[in-house]
């Protein structure tokens, strides 16, 4: 691929990645609300503690993802811009963020691979709200 496609490639990337910021601030306030409602001594019974629970952990693990697609966000920016994949691969070894046989990636696979990392994302968020769902059938309607 060339240069120029790379690069545009990176941008795109880049600017989809960035618009997943608000969603993983919507699935903080989703997982700090049942956290609340527990310490206030509102949920009742099983049912709502498990949902609670659920919300949680997905919350948690839509946090770790949503920290990860941020800082992939500004990679694939750094990309578009005058750095290299190459340079971007040394310093992550370096860090030892990257293990010797993932480096050389195409620029495809590097976007493929964030695009799964926003599927995550998207599937922990799916979660939580899902358990939400459960949470006020269980309080209002059984």
């Known amino acids: 691929m060339p ?7 990176a941008k795109l990337v880049a600017t989809l990645l960035g618009n997943a910021a608000p969603l993983r601030w919507f699935s903080a306030v989703l997982m700090l609300a049942p ?3 527990l310490w206030g001594g509102k949920l009742q019974g099983w049912p709502e503690l498990l949902s609670a629970l659920l919300m949680v952990l997905f919350g948690l693990a839509g946090q770790y993802f949503g ?3 941020a800082l ?17 691969d040394h310093s992550m070894q370096q860090l030892g963020w990257l293990k010797e046989e993932q480096a050389g990636r195409s620029m495809l ?9 926003l599927k995550r994302l998207f ?11 459960l949470l006020l059938v269980w309080r209002f309607f059984l």
């Open 3 to 9: 240069e120029s496609q790379q690069r545009d490639l």
């Open 35 to 37: 956290l609340l409602l």
């Open 67 to 69: 920290l990860r697609v």
């Open 72 to 88: 992939d966000a500004k990679l694939f920016a750094a990309l578009a811009g005058e750095h290299s994949c190459e340079r971007l």
């Open 109 to 117: 696979q590097r976007a493929q691979g964030a695009q799964a990392l």
């Open 123 to 133: 599937l922990c968020f799916a979660g939580q709200a899902a358990a939400l769902v």
